[in-house]
């Protein structure tokens, strides 16, 4: 979705903007444009496309200035173009605004302001929030903030410049992320930490109806009554290093590289951290059922940790979309723990099916990586997972500190019920322990995972299958699979195959079966068999898969790990294999195409 990166300071704001820009890339856009404030009025630069073209441009007539706005955005309303791309500037060029959200209200108030007379540049719902405050503006620009916001409906993260305050650069937000950076030589807003690392760890997170006032030598916060607020700067511990490539050709592989030490961090940090501390302070006897809901691939560490949650606690669990969550009136109570999962805390369903659980009287946890994120702080208790930044839009390391945070919070809750003696718990845990070494095994391997992948490049269609945890996985090896490599995959579970989908195996279609549960693995073989003699070519990915196999078969054979906590493997050698396929097609794997890295849309 959209970056903001704004910059009052000492220093030249347009190469700060454009590097704080580059980190935003991310979040996925398909135009760009920087507006400073020059000496004789907005200098603005928009541009359609990558940020090398706005970059070609700026290098072509070079801007400066002190303070600025810089934006990437992702089309909502209005094709991406150079004319709907932000910043927005009113028609009397006194106000430039940058959004991100969506402002759900914009016909009506287009439709008074034209009458008003004002001409639209753009089709976008963002200039009306320039032009709306230019008709507030009488010389009180935070009056003029404060009004204008008070018109709006919907979700925003705004930077606001007025060219009388050449000084003062103006944040405010609701339902859409914003921070606050603070270095030595001056201050930024931005959509999210790694946009500012390089210049500061030190941040404010902005809540909703807050505004910040920024100059060169501070920040002031207020409340929309104009109330000054104190507000704490928090130290981001993520470091620089973090955000970068590190001499990996994608994020997404340094991301995937990175797996074991995210295993290792987060299974510390529930035996002896403050993921142990978060767990502590929940009591799951209260609890008659657990909900647990996201969306995507956290919505599948979902699917995963149900199997393993009434496993080991006997506790009913259901999982579900939380775009449908929130709409489906859902039977919930002070009874029920509602676990949301997000990696970056910011997803607009994951923040509505909180809200809506929260209005429930349920108790509300959330299992986050974005610290100070919407869903971290509204939620009752927050585990924050340590996966560190990540950037590549797929998500991996992000999941498995997803999975490896909910089952351990499975054993304790486990134990905690009676369901699990010291020694079965302390086994399992010790089972837990020892995955980061079997991932960085499986990861040592990856020569053998490209050389599969270089041969699957030019199937039409991959079918992903498995059973139990390996369903769950099948899952999040297909949606990781079409997301980069845009191939058209689905996962089923093994045994709903022939109940309608086994019509589309045909000659040459990959049906990857997963296979790590032993007792489960005669029931994967015989749908492999059945998939491989309508001609489907099978490649078994798994501990448990067969020692003796056809000739249309082939495999990625797995560590083995207990059956419960097998995705954290299957998963790792799933990645690769996607990452693999991808990097053969030469695509934009970092970048998919449509893809936004944290959906704050609905
Ligand atoms: C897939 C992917 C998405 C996210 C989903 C939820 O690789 O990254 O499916 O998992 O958009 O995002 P968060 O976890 O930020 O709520």
């Known amino acids: 979705m959209c970056g903001i990166i704004g910059y009052v300071g000492y220093e030249n704001a347009v190469p700060i903007i454009l590097e704080g820009l580059k980190k935003l890339e991310y979040r996925g856009y398909d135009s760009a444009g920087i507006a400073v404030c020059g000496r004789d009025g907005f200098d603005v630069v928009k541009q359609k496309g990558r940020l090398d073209a706005l970059e070609a441009r700026l290098e072509a007539a070079p801007l400066s200035g002190h303070m600025g706005i810089g934006h990437t955005r992702w089309a909502t309303h209005g094709e991406p173009s150079d004319a709907n791309s932000h910043p927005h500037v009113g028609s009397r060029s006194k106000i430039a605004v940058v959004h991100n959200g969506i402002i759900e209200n914009y016909q009506r108030l287009k439709a008074r302001l034209e ?16 032009q709306l405050a230019e008709t507030c503006y009488d010389g009180d620009i935070m009056e003029t903030v ?9 979700s925003y993260a705004l930077g606001i410049m007025c060219l009388d305050r050449p000084d003062t650069l103006i944040a405010v937000k609701k339902d859409n992320p914003l921070i606050i950076g603070v270095a030595a030589h001056g201050l930024f807003i931005a959509s999210d930490v790694p ?9 404010y ?7 910040a006032v920024l100059n060169k030598d501070g920040a002031r916060f207020y409340s929309l009554d104009r109330e000054p607020l104190q507000k704490h700067p928090e130290t981001v511990t993520w470091s620089l290093d973090s955000a970068e490539k590190g001499g990996y050709p994608h994020f997404m592989l340094k991301e995937i590289m990175e797996q074991p030490k995210v295993l290792r961090d987060t299974v510390q940090s529930a035996v002896s951290g403050e993921a142990k501390a978060a767990a502590d302070s929940l ?4 609890f008659d059922k657990i909900v647990m809901t996201a969306c995507g691939s956290a919505y599948n560490a979902g699917v995963a940790a149900r199997y393993v949650f009434e496993k080991l606690c006997r506790v009913p669990v259901e999982v579900e979309l939380a775009s449908e ?18 990696q970056s805390g910011e997803t607009a369903d994951t923040i509505a099916a909180m809200r809506e659980a929260n209005a429930k009287g349920a108790v509300t946890l959330s299992i986050v990586n974005a610290v100070g994120s919407t869903v971290a702080k509204e939620t009752a208790h927050t585990i924050y997972t340590l996966a560190g930044p990540e950037i590549a839009v797929a998500t991996t390391k992000a999941f498995s500190a997803q999975l490896a945070l909910l089952y351990m919070l499975a054993i304790s809750f486990a134990y905690k019920l009676g369901r699990l003696s010291e020694t079965e718990r302390d086994a399992l845990t010790d089972e837990m322990k020892a995955l980061p070494g079997k991932a960085e095994a499986l990861l040592g391997r990856t020569d053998e995972i490209q050389h599969c992948a270089a041969g699957c490049i030019a199937y039409k269609s991959i079918f992903f299958i498995g059973r139990n945890v390996d369903y769950a996985i099948a899952l999040e090896g297909s949606l990781k699979l079409k997301e980069i490599s845009y191939i058209h995959s689905e996962a089923y579970a093994g045994g709903e195959l022939k109940h309608g989908t086994i019509s589309l195996i045909e000659d040459n279609t990959l049906v990857v079966a997963l296979s790590n549960c032993e007792r489960l693995a005669p029931k994967i073989m015989s749908n492999a068999e059945q998939v491989a003699s309508r001609g489907a070519r ?15 078969m ?3 054979r797995l560590p083995a790990a207990h059956e419960l906590f097998s995705p954290s493997l299957s998963v790792v050698a799933l990645q690769l294999f996607s990452y693999y396929v991808a990097a053969n097609k030469g695509l934009d794997i970092d970048k998919p195409r449509n893809l936004a890295k944290s959906v704050t849309v609905e």
């Open 195 to 203: 946009a500012v690392l390089r210049h500061t760890n030190l941040v």
């Open 325 to 342: 969550f929130r709409y489906k009136d859902a039977i919930i109570g002070e009874k029920t723990l509602v676990i949301l999962i997000s």
């Open 283 to 286: 009591d799951p006897a209260r």
């Open 115 to 130: 009458q008003k007379g004002i001409r639209f540049a753009s089709q976008t719902d963002s200039e009306v929030v320039a």
């Open 538 to 552: 099978v490649l078994f990915v798994g501990s448990c898969a067969p020692a003796e196999m056809g000739d249309r």
């Open 205 to 211: 997170y902005l809540n909703d109806g807050e505004i």
């Open 146 to 154: 404060v009004k204008a916001v008070g018109r709006l409906e919907g």
């Open 554 to 556: 082939s495999v990625i």
